[in-house]
T-cell receptor, first 112, second 114 residues
Framework: KAGVTQTPRYLIKTRGQQVTLSCSPISGHRSVSWYQQTPGQGLQFLFEYFSETQRNKGNFPGRFSGRQFSNSRSEMNVSTLELGDSALYLC???????????FGPGTRLTVT | GNSVTQMEGPVTLSEEAFLTINCTYTATGYPSLFWYVQYPGEGLQLLLKATKADDKGSNKGFEATYRKETTSFHLEKGSVQVSDSAVYFCALSDQTDSWGKLQFGAGTQVVVTP
């Protein structure tokens, strides 16, 4: 069974731009969670989607948003990029009712 | 709120040495506990889990026991290899903290030398 895939793997953007990251979960997994990983703040939860609905959200500004499609694929969007948004963005999927999450390789975003 | 505290790294060991990484947690509910490992340039891999008190999770020679009385979930391996060099994260998922959220510790870098 294929794992979680994320595209693109690397991205360089300029401050003020916006970016969209994509995540395809493991087949059969309907829950998708997003995390931001930085050296200073570690791993922080962004949001979780299930059946196209956001069920949980972390403490991030409204510039960070996401959505989930009917095939469980998910996207996250960051608008008006700031230098501090440079991070590894990780997506994880899980089976309904399970607390185990399986992570993708991440998208490395660099904001210049 | 919920939190996870791990011992700081880096932890440097010789091959075949014994590894222990301490992890303690605070949680409002009854959490499930996990250890994840991250190799350079990669995402996180689930190493092992435990869902209730006294459960022992194990995988690839690593073990951790869910100790409710001490709110701990320490990771151990009896004989490490160079290939075990990575960053290890302790994490919890608390059903009272709602869906899809893992609370992570800061991570512990482990360096194993030949």
């Amino acid at each position: 069974k294929a794992g979680v895939t994320q595209t693109p793997r690397y991205l360089i953007k300029t401050r003020g731009q916006q970016v969209t990251l994509s995540c395809s979960p493991i087949s059969g997994h309907r829950s998708v969670s997003w995390y931001q990983q930085t050296p200073g703040q570690g791993l922080q939860f962004l949001f979780e989607y299930f059946s196209e609905t956001q069920r949980n959200k972390g403490n991030f500004p409204g510039r960070f948003s996401g959505r989930q499609f009917s095939n469980s694929r998910s996207e996250m969007n960051v608008s008006t990029l700031e230098l501090g948004d440079s991070a590894l963005y990780l997506c994880a999927s899980s089976f309904e009712g399970s607390y185990e999450q399986y992570f993708g390789p991440g998208t490395r975003l660099t904001v210049t | 709120g919920n939190s996870v505290t791990q011992m700081e790294g880096p932890v440097t060991l010789s091959e075949e040495a014994f590894l222990t990484i301490n992890c303690t947690y605070t949680a409002t509910g009854y959490p499930s506990l996990f250890w994840y490992v991250q190799y350079p340039g990669e995402g996180l891999q689930l190493l092992l889990k435990a869902t209730k008190a006294d459960d022992k999770g194990s995988n690839k020679g690593f073990e951790a026991t869910y100790r409710k009385e001490t709110t701990s979930f320490h990771l151990e391996k009896g004989s490490v290899q160079v290939s075990d060099s990575a960053v290890y994260f302790c994490a919890l998922s608390d059903q009272t903290d709602s869906w899809g959220k893992l609370q992570f510790g800061a991570g512990t870098q482990v360096v194993v030398t030949p």
